[in-house]
Structures are given as C-alpha cells and as structure tokens.
T-cell receptor
Framework: EPEVTQTPSHQVTQMGQEVILRCVPI?????FYWYRQILGQKVEFLVS????????KSEIFDDQFSVERPDGSNFTLKIRSTKLEDSAMYFC??????????????FGPGTRLTVL | QKEVEQNSGPLSVPEGAIASLNCTYS??????FFWYRQYSGKSPELIMS????GDKEDGRFTAQLNKASQYVSLLIRDSQPSDSATYLC?????????????????FGKGTKLSVKP
C-alpha cells in the first residue's frame, strides 16, 4: 500500500541553525501539506501546496519557513534560524484531491525536530 | 477562531465493549469530517471519513454526523486492547460561508482511549 515517507526520523539542531525536512508524498497525490505537533498539544496546520505553489498557510508559517518541491517526488520544509519553540513533530501529508470535499489526507511517520 | 473540541479522557472501556468518542466543531459550514487514530509517538492514521448526516460503518467502526448540532462521533464496537490510542477528530476548514474547503484540517486535541483486557 502506498504511503508517505519522511526523512530524517529525528533531527537535532542548535538554535539558530537551518534545517530541511524531507517528504515523499504518495505518487498519484497532487496536494501536499505540512503539520506540526508540539508534545502534548494538537496537530496544527502549517501549509498546503499544489501545482508548485502555496495554497494556504497558517499564522505559524511565517518568513522563517519555506516549502519547495525540488523534483518530481520530494517535498521539503525548510526552517531558517531555528528557535527552541520549533521543537515538535513535523508531519507531511498528501491527498489525491484538495480544495473541496472528500479531501482524505494521509500522513507520513513524522520527523521529530529537537532544537537545543 | 475555528475550533474542534474533544473530551481529552482518558476513556477506559473493558475489552469487548463499545467505545464512544465525541467531537464538536464551531464552524457550521464545515462539510468534511475525519477520525484519525494516533498511537503514542506515531503519526495520525486515517480511520474514517464522513461527509453526510447520519451513520457510516466500516468494520468495527461507525462514524456519526449531525451537522445541525455540529457534532461528530465515533463508535468502536468489540473494543480490543490494540484500539488503545488517542483518537483525533479533524474537520476540513471551510472557506467563506459556502462550505468550500481551504484544504487544511483543524484537529481536536484528541481523546485517549484505553481498552482493558
């Protein structure tokens, strides 16, 4: 069964450094998403991406964050100048459809980001 | 602020019993609703989606939707210890007043379910 994959599974970085989290969405899916979950808190939407551009973004997704689809399979989230409060699980998700109903989103296993 | 509310639990049920999980949402024009299961330290796993009022059954799971009451529930029949997890209710954010979707999910904080052997 096709699945979303993410690398690395765990990333440790120093405050102020840049990190890139990588995702390979399900191959026939067209819509891609990043969510994050701080320990013990809700899963929060960051950004959605379709047709090589951002569709929606939340207030969390400020200038510190960027997304890119550098090739036909990868979808990346870059966090510049990381802060302690960026420590969280980051989930990539993809869906076949988007911007309408029946938008079933499938999540990858996540990357645990620890900022020291 | 669009909200999804769930009782955080823990909800404890004996093996073989029915577990009932509830969720309310604030945006009355929302059209699409999902239940995810999340084991500790793992990612959300989609188990049910529901779009119309009424019941939708899939194996041991039944999702129920009442848009007038802005209420979604999940019933798990014949609960097993392997069902012990946190169950997340998620609502597809509606765009404007017409129910079209922005595409992003709004999650509740989840209900922790414990099934005792």
């Amino acid at each position: 069964e096709p699945e979303v994959t993410q690398t690395p599974s765990h990333q440790v970085t120093q405050m102020g450094q840049e990190v890139i989290l990588r995702c390979v969405p399900i191959s026939n899916h067209l819509y891609f998403y990043w969510y994050r979950q701080i320990l013990g808190q809700k899963v929060e939407f960051l950004v959605s991406f379709y047709n090589n551009e951002i569709s929606e973004k939340s207030e969390i997704f400020d200038d510190q964050f960027s997304v890119e689809r550098p090739d036909g399979s990868n979808f990346t989230l870059k966090i510049r100048s990381t802060k302690l409060e960026d420590s969280a699980m980051y989930f990539c998700a993809s869906s076949e459809l988007g911007g309408g109903n029946y938008n079933e989103q499938f999540f990858g296993p996540g990357t645990r980001l620890t900022v020291l | 602020q669009k909200e999804v509310e769930q009782n955080s639990g823990p909800l404890s049920v004996p093996e073989g019993a029915i577990a009932s999980l509830n969720c309310t949402y604030s945006d009355r024009v929302s059209q699409s609703f999902f239940w995810y299961r999340q084991y500790s330290g793992k990612s959300p796993e989609l188990i049910m989606s529901i779009y119309s009022n009424g019941d939708k059954e899939d194996g041991r799971f039944t999702a129920q939707l009442n848009k007038a009451s802005q209420y979604v529930s999940l019933l798990i029949r014949d609960s097993q210890p392997s069902d012990s997890a946190t169950y997340l209710c998620a609502v597809l954010a509606a765009l404007g007043n017409y129910g079209g979707s922005q595409g992003n999910l709004i999650f509740g904080k989840g209900t922790k379910l414990s099934v005792k052997p």
